[in-house]
């Protein structure tokens, strides 16, 4: 029934068009690197050939795992324009701007830090990428990726007094493995760092004891190390 082929018809491209679809680094970033990933995760599966790229106007192959897509890429000097199309339309349109980080950087843009270690690496680096059933929120971790990255930075254990989190190995409640907007590769600045661990009803003796301090944002950070010093409380 020819009522039924339309309906099916439009649940299918409503579903196409209906997934969400996140972009990592996001539109409009400035980046100091000429070297990047681009990160494509959508909330269902992506087909293989329904999404394609052009990078200042040159077609580029993603690969697809799933619904996970990714890109290496490098950056021409200046702004680049990416446009990815969702089944031979154009889905969205990217501005990456590639430039010095003493250049100012232009309203409405965000500079996007990368790890290097994300950029120049490979995903299964630090991801198991073949697992069935693939699951994009449960990426699993690679045994090796907790204890990687002290293997580049074992720097942060050599202190005598080690922060709790760090002397484990375990880096990523404070820091992105990929790349984020905020220096040193930061998920929160300030205060908010610390609260996600040390609940602020724990805490609030310590910060009574402190008020004479004031409450600026980056108050613990004033005087805690984040990751350790020779210094009881990792103290700076
Ligand atoms: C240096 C190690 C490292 C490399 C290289 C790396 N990842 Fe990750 N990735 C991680 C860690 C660790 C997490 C968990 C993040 C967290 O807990 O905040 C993660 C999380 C993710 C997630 C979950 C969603 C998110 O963004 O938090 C996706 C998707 C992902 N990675 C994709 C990739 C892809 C694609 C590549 C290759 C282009 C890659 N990763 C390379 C370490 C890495
Ligand atoms: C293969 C080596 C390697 C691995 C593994 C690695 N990193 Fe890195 N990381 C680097 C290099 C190289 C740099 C840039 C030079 C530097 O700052 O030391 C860097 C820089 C950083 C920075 C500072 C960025 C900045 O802008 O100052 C942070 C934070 C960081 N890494 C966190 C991590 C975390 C968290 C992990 C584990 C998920 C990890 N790294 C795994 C090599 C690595
Ligand atoms: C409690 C939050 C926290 C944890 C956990 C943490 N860091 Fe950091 N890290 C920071 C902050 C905050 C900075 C910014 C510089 C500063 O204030 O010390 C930073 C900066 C860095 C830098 C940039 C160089 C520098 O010192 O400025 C590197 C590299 C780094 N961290 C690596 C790691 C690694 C590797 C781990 C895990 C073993 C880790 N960090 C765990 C909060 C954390
Ligand atoms: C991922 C969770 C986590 C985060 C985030 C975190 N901490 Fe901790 N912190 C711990 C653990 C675990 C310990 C060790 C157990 C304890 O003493 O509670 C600890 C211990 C401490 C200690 C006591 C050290 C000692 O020798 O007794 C201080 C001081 C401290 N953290 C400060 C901070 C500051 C400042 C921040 C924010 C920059 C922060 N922490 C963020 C988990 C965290
Ligand atoms: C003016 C300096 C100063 C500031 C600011 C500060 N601390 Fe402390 N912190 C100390 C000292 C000194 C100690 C050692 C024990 C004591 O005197 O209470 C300590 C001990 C601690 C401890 C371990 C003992 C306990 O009470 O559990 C934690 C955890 C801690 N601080 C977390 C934080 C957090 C989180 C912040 C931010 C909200 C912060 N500190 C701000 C100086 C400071």
Redesign the pocket.
Known sequence: MSLVVGTCLIVGVTDALAQKISYSPPDRSVIYSSDMQLVVTADGKLNQNAITIQVNQQKKELSVVDNLAYLQLTLQDGTNKLVVSRDGEAAQELTYIYQSPDKPVPPGFAVFYFHEAFVDGACGDCHEMDVEPFDINNLIISEEAISLCLECHDDRIQAK?I???VG?G?CT??HDPHGTTEESLLKATG?S??F???ELERIQPHLDKLRGEGTTSDL??S??D?HGTDK????K
Request: aromatic share 8%; charged share 5%; net charge positive.
């Open positions: 007094y922060h709790g989190p484990m375990v409640p404070c205060n760092l610390c996600s661990c040390h613990c950070l005087c805690h984040s009881k409380y990792h103290l």
